[in-house]
Nanobody, 120 residues
Framework: QVQLVESGGGLVQAGGSLRLSCAASGMIFSINNMGWYRQAPGKQRELVAVITSGGSTDYADSVKGRFTISRDNAKNTVYLQMNSLIPEDTAVYYC??????????????WGQGTQVTVSS
């Protein structure tokens, strides 16, 4: 059973930084795209950043220049470095990954979410 476990959320003042981590565990043959989404109260879940297995990245316009996504393929882990945080970044952040448990059979997985709160 594949699991994604996030860590690193918390409360931070505006202008501060946080680093989120998400580790995949279980029966894993390969991991393709990994990404971070967030959902603020009363809003739809939105893509924050995504990274391919080859290291290509893409970001939501609202976080470009402030957030950096990276991954350690040896550890099956994806990171989100968040700098210059603003109150509008407050949300539950979810890890997402396309994981193949066996060759050519990929499924999409979600983590349980971690709360990020930015105070003004």
């Amino acid at each position: 059973q594949v699991q994604l476990v996030e860590s690193g959320g918390g409360l931070v003042q505006a202008g501060g930084s946080l680093r989120l981590s998400c580790a995949a565990s279980g029966m894993i043959f390969s991991i393709n795209n990994m990404g971070w989404y967030r959902q603020a109260p009363g809003k739809q879940r939105e893509l924050v950043a995504v990274i391919t297995s080859g290291g290509s990245t893409d970001y939501a316009d609202s976080v470009k220049g402030r957030f950096t996504i990276s991954r350690d393929n040896a550890k099956n882990t994806v990171y989100l470095q968040m700098n210059s945080l603003i109150p509008e970044d407050t949300a539950v952040y979810y890890c997402n990954a396309d994981i193949a448990e066996v060759a050519f059979m990929t499924s999409n997985y979600w983590g349980q979410g971690t709360q990020v709160t930015v105070s003004s």
